[in-house]
């Protein structure tokens, strides 16, 4: 048996985890043959396959990226993308695709399925938004490097007596905003699931200089002021529909100096968050989910996707997967208010 493994959307640490995972108990108990798709799915439209082997992917468990490549492609909106795509599997005699990717990608594999295409899904993003998994790989590291910025942050700040807005990663869901606004002690957390009141922000933000401590702001890329404008430094689209997210933590730090007459000034993590070497907890998930997918395709079992619900790895129908995106809920958010301000 052939299987092809593609990663699809936006890197994320613990991506080269999965692949080698995948290969290795492909490789090793079931005598399974393996490709790579390069760049996602543009290598699955333009006949772009490597082979994979064990040792191709030795020594890229700690290695952030993809080995594979990856590009926010999507099929769909390709002339014949569908026929283009089963040309490609056969072509390659591909019996089988482990597709790892994010609510776009997952999106895209759940047609492809329904078309006759045999896949099994892995969920991975640092933003934490796929339907069906307590967490997704990437996440864990994005919190670390977004919380460890904070720290830093924190010292700068009290040195000048200045707000300082943090802009992290997050489009529809406030995941890690909350997680690393709270490990990191921030004033102010501002997520897309909650529009906030800039009054009420530059509010917390002067009780925070009353006391002569100086204000942190953590906002999530998607975030929305009460008005619902969401402010764009850019009006461009991907291929899948979605705007080039950044300019929120601008403008909010524009709008509290002006508002408190204390300087105000934005850090944009932006894709460092994405960027170096897996946090252990995602080599240990990723790993994980490469050996459940493997399972997968060894029994026949298509259209799903392998979630970890608890401590044990399921399996979900991909459409189930991938019919919502995952958000905070308000009750979590609320329970944090007490540090806010």
Same mark, same amino acid.
């Given at each position: 048996?052939?299987?092809?493994?593609?990663?699809?959307?936006?890197?994320?640490?613990?991506?080269?985890?999965?692949?080698?995972?995948?290969?290795?108990?492909?490789?090793?108990?079931?005598?399974?043959?393996?490709?790579?798709?390069?760049?996602?799915?543009?290598?699955?439209?333009?006949?772009?396959?490597?082979?994979?082997?064990?040792?191709?992917?030795?020594?890229?468990?700690?290695?952030?990226?993809?080995?594979?490549?990856?590009?926010?492609?999507?099929?769909?909106?390709?002339?014949?993308?569908?026929?283009?795509?089963?040309?490609?599997?056969?072509?390659?005699?591909?019996?089988?695709? &482990?597709?790892?990717? #994010?609510?776009?990608? /997952?999106?895209?594999? @759940?047609?492809?399925?329904?078309?006759?295409?045999? $896949?099994? %899904?892995?969920?991975?993003?640092?933003?934490?938004?796929?339907?069906?998994?307590?967490?997704?790989?990437?996440?864990?590291?994005?919190?670390?490097?977004?919380?460890?910025?904070?720290?830093?942050?924190?010292?700068?700040?009290?040195?000048?007596?200045?707000?300082?807005?943090?802009?992290?990663?997050?489009?529809?869901?406030?995941?890690?905003?909350?997680?690393?606004?709270?490990?990191?002690?921030?004033?102010?957390?501002?997520?897309?699931?909650?529009?906030?009141?800039?009054?009420?922000?530059?509010?917390?933000?002067?009780?925070?200089?009353?006391?002569?401590?100086?204000?942190?702001?953590?906002?999530?890329?998607?975030? &929305?002021?009460?008005? #619902?404008?969401?402010? /764009?430094?850019?009006? @461009?689209?991907?291929?899948?529909?979605?705007?080039? $997210?950044? %300019?929120?933590?601008?403008?909010?730090?524009?709008?509290?100096?002006?508002?408190?007459?204390?300087?105000?000034?934005?850090?944009?993590?932006?894709?460092?968050?994405?960027?170096?070497?897996?946090?252990?907890?995602?080599?240990?998930?990723?790993?994980?989910?490469?050996?459940?997918?493997?399972?997968?395709?060894?029994?026949?079992?298509?259209?799903?996707?392998?979630?970890?619900?608890?401590?044990?790895?399921?399996?979900?129908?991909?459409?189930?997967?991938?019919?919502?995106?995952?958000?905070?809920?308000?009750?979590?958010?609320?329970?944090?208010?007490?540090?806010?301000?």
């Amino acid at each position: 048996m052939k299987v092809g493994v593609l990663t699809g959307g936006g890197d994320c640490p613990g991506l080269n985890a999965v692949i080698r995972s995948v290969v290795r108990k492909g490789v090793q108990q079931y005598g399974f043959e393996f490709v790579g798709l390069r760049d996602g799915w543009l290598g699955a439209l333009q006949g772009n396959v490597v082979p994979l082997d064990i040792s191709s992917v030795r020594g890229i468990l700690p290695r952030g990226g993809t080995i594979l490549g990856s590009s926010r492609t999507n099929p769909l909106k390709h002339e014949d993308g569908l026929r283009r795509i089963q040309e490609t599997l056969a072509a390659h005699e591909v019996d089988a695709l &482990v597709v790892i990717g #994010g609510e776009d990608t /997952l999106g895209v594999a @759940t047609e492809l399925s329904r078309q006759g295409i045999n $896949l099994v %899904g892995v969920p991975k993003t640092i933003d934490n938004d796929v339907s069906g998994t307590d967490v997704t790989f990437g996440f864990n590291t994005a919190v670390g490097i977004a919380t460890e910025a904070i720290d830093r942050l924190h010292t700068t700040a009290e040195s000048h007596m200045r707000t300082l807005v943090v802009e992290v990663m997050g489009r529809h869901s406030g995941w890690i905003a909350l997680h690393a606004g709270v490990a990191g002690g921030a004033n102010v957390i501002l997520i897309p699931e909650r529009p906030f009141d800039i009054d009420q922000v530059c509010e917390q933000v002067k009780s925070r200089f009353k006391i002569n401590y100086a204000p942190i702001v953590v906002v999530a890329e998607g975030a &929305v002021p009460e008005e #619902g404008r969401m402010i /764009l430094k850019d009006q @461009t689209l991907d291929e899948f529909g979605h705007v080039r $997210l950044s %300019g929120i933590g601008e403008w909010l730090a524009q709008e509290i100096a002006q508002r408190t007459g204390k300087d105000a000034r934005t850090t944009v993590l932006g894709h460092i968050q994405r960027g170096g070497t897996p946090s252990p907890f995602d080599r240990w998930l990723a790993t994980r989910f490469g050996l459940h997918a493997v399972d997968a395709v060894k029994d026949g079992d298509y259209g799903v996707m392998v979630a970890l619900q608890a401590t044990q790895i399921v399996r979900l129908p991909l459409a189930e997967a991938t019919a919502t995106t995952k958000k905070v809920d308000p009750s979590l958010y609320d329970e944090f208010e007490v540090f806010f301000g």
